[in-house]
């Protein structure tokens, strides 16, 4: 076990009255529903709830890949909300690195070539090969993917999405795919970002096992953040089981 860390400082993510909805009539859907949140600098979050509870659509709204049908969110002085699409590029681009469940490599090129497409387009990188070793993949540079295993795979998505410095790291089910074993190698890659890099990341999961490795949990349902848990103790990726 762990002892959790201090608590982070002021909000660099503020959210009030997210609200997002989807079609219209009888397929109008309620994806959000006046959702407020704070997320503190450095904190490690994991948004927990089944499909269809939200958890997505607010990692989405977080990321710039989405805007809420009404409300609003900021990331530092960044206005999320009304922000113009070049402006949203621009953001994911300096800021934000994405980890999906699915590892979405591109096959013809090694593990170093795929992560340095990002280190090239981002103003402050680190290189390939800090990247991967961060992540304990220095010694696969050479390989391509279908050389590798999903959870190394997996990794790569991680190093692929932190090489460039990113402040925020978002999670949507990096380990929906993988089993236990290889599961704990990817989440402890996430957790070293997170303390050794200081990037604030919010993982996504229906995985209530991974809650305990949070500085703090939101569990949602229906649309809503319905509670707040912090972790007072938590623990390691290796302790983690399912």
């Known amino acids: 076990m762990e002892s959790s860390a201090k608590q982070p400082f002021a909000p660099v993510f503020v959210a009030r009255g997210l609200t997002k909805v989807y079609g219209a009539g009888?397929?109008?859907?309620v994806a959000l529903k006046d959702v407020d949140l704070d997320i503190r600098q450095g904190e490690f979050i994991i948004l927990l709830g089944p499909s269809g509870s939200g958890k997505s659509t607010l990692l989405n709204i977080l990321g710039g890949l989405?805007?809420?049908?009404?409300?609003?969110?900021?990331?530092?002085?960044h206005e999320l909300t009304g922000a113009s699409d070049e402006q949203l590029t621009?953001?994911?681009?300096?800021?934000v690195g994405f980890v999906f469940q699915f590892y979405n490599l591109i096959p013809s090129l090694t593990v170093e070539e795929n992560v340095r497409l990002v280190a090239q387009i981002a103003?402050?990188?680190?290189?390939?090969?800090?990247?991967?070793?961060?992540?304990g993949l220095?010694?696969?540079a050479g390989h391509f993917?279908?050389?590798?295993?999903?959870?190394e795979q997996q990794r790569v998505a991680v190093a692929r999405a932190i090489v460039k410095r990113p402040d925020i790291l978002l999670c949507d089910e990096p380990t929906g795919a993988l089993d236990v074993d290889t599961g704990?190698?990817?989440?402890?890659?996430?957790?070293?970002v997170n303390a050794?890099?200081?990037t604030t990341t919010a993982v996504i999961t229906h995985n209530s096992a991974i809650a305990g490795m949070a500085h703090r949990v939101l569990r949602l349902s229906g649309g809503r953040i319905v509670k707040e848990e912090p972790n007072p103790r938590r623990i390691r990726a290796e302790d983690v089981t399912w």
């Open 184 to 192: 704990r190698l990817v989440l402890a890659a996430i957790a070293k």
């Open 66 to 77: 989405d805007a809420p049908t009404s409300g609003t969110a900021t990331w530092r002085d």
């Open 196 to 198: 050794e890099l200081n």
């Open 90 to 95: 621009t953001y994911r681009r300096e800021h």
């Open 138 to 140: 220095s010694h696969r």
């Open 145 to 151: 993917p279908s050389q590798l295993s999903g959870g």
């Open 123 to 135: 103003s402050n990188p680190m290189t390939p090969a800090e990247a991967l070793e961060l992540v």
């Open 26 to 29: 009888d397929s109008r859907v």
